[in-house]
């Protein structure tokens, strides 16, 4: 017996999470990199 198809509302919502969370990901790296870049100029290891 096959399994039924998941509704289309289902796939939207799967779609919605992965770029919510791919989103935010991106965000947190940058974040991440932008401290390490404040941290080095604080240092004085950046032109």
């Known amino acids: 017996m096959a399994a039924p198809s998941p509704a289309p509302d ?12 791919w989103t ?3 965000l947190a ?3 991440v990199a932008l401290a390490f870049r404040l941290i080095m100029n604080l ?4 032109v």
């Open 10 to 21: 289902s796939w939207l919502k799967r779609i919605g999470w992965l770029v919510l969370i």
């Open 24 to 26: 935010a990901s991106v």
């Open 29 to 31: 790296l940058g974040l």
């Open 43 to 46: 240092a004085g290891l950046t």
